[in-house]
């Protein structure tokens, strides 16, 4: 159910959300990638679509059906997430990034499926980190409202409330993927969507829902502060 006081809210904007995880190749047929399940990113496309925005959603490999309406853009690595972010910043209002993006990447990808070598027990894999994708939209000159998740096990509020400030935030939700009852690969989530207003710290954390009606919630507030 869409409420009625959310139709419209951004009808006119353009909502680009980055979702799901990124896979980066070992080889032609090896990746190292994550259990992020995309929902989290579809739901917020679908609340996006329902306040009446365009929706360019660039997904890494999900199992999940795009919303009818999206513009999607389907990517394998974090560097082709990125090239898909940058290709759509001119157009974009309000930048999400719900992405479970890979940090390292193998620095050198095998042209042919890497052999086990005889008496070899241990494989040292060389890995280089990830361009940071959201935190190079948020220092764009083309930036758009940018907003961030923050995936933590640990001291949750306070390392999201610090990725706000150096990634170059306007509003974080943070995520406390230490429980397995919820968040990362679960129909449900609970989260807190932090921000900075006359720089102090301020917070919301709606009820533990389905993902779907806390995306409603976070889009509604995500859009009050876009207007402000
Ligand atoms: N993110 C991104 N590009 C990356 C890494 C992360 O755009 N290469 C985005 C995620 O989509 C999320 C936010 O940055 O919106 C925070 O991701 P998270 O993994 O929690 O933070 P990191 O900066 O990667 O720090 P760490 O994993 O070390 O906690
Ligand atoms: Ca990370």
Not at 149 to 157: I, L
């Amino acid at each position: 159910t869409v409420r009625h006081d959310f139709r419209g809210l951004l009808a006119g904007k353009t909502v680009t959300i980055t979702a799901g995880p990124t896979r980066e190749a070992v080889d032609p047929v090896r990746y190292i990638s994550n259990h992020s399940s995309g929902k989290m990113g579809f739901a917020l496309a679908q609340a996006s679509l329902n306040a009446g925005a365009k929706v360019n959603l660039i997904a890494g490999p999900v199992q999940v059906m795009a919303p009818e309406g999206v513009n999607l853009t389907s990517v394998q690595s974090a560097q082709q997430m990125l090239d898909a972010s940058l290709s759509v910043i001119g157009e974009t209002d309000i930048f999400i990034a719900a992405a479970a993006v890979a940090d390292y990447r193998p620095s050198d990808v095998a042209d042919q499926k890497m052999k086990k070598q005889p008496g070899q027990d241990n494989l040292v894999l060389h890995l280089v980190q990830n361009p940071d994708i959201v935190a190079t939209v948020a220092r764009h000159v083309q930036r758009p409202f940018t907003v961030g998740f923050a995936a933590e096990t640990q001291d949750v509020e306070a390392y999201a409330a610090d990725k706000l400030v150096r990634k170059n935030l306007d509003m974080i939700i943070a995520n406390d993927v230490s429980r397995t009852d919820i968040g990362f690969n679960s129909d449900q989530n609970a989260v807190t969507l932090l921000w900075q207003e006359k720089s102090t710290l301020q917070s919301h954390s709606p009820e533990q829902a389905a993902k779907q009606d806390l995306a409603q919630d976070l889009i509604l507030c995500i859009a009050h502060r876009f207007h402000q």
